[in-house]
């Protein structure tokens, strides 16, 4: 059988002044409260994680353009170089434009590589 009250304040709840406050206690109160920090701190580094990663995506995507359009012209300037040179337009002597279409072609092919590179890198796991 539950007790039965002794007084009229024993049935009072809204009076708080007179009874005590049920708590979880303080060392339970400042884990909640770190917590909740804890994950508004974590929450704000993948919101930056975010941000950088749209930031980066956009810098490749110019940097991309941009290396493809200096590789168009670096190879349209050889080009026209070799037709004026086929048509004796200019004068060049044949080793000269021998090393210009080997150095051209191993720039072109090197800057492919390195664009293609950091546009589809893999990231390393750090053990």
Known sequence: MAAKPRNQHDLDFSSGSDRKETSYGPDLELGYVQDLKKSAINLKKLDLKNKSFEQDM?????????????IVMWS?????ILF??????????????????STTTANVLALMVIVTRYLFF??????
């Open 58 to 70: 956009k810098m490749r995507k110019v940097f991309a353009i941009c290396v493809f359009v200096f």
């Open 76 to 80: 349209a300037t050889v080009l026209v």
């Open 84 to 101: 004026l040179s086929g048509f004796e337009y200019l004068r060049f002597d044949t080793t000269t434009l021998v090393t210009l279409l």
């Open 122 to 127: 893999k990231k390393r796991l750090v053990v």
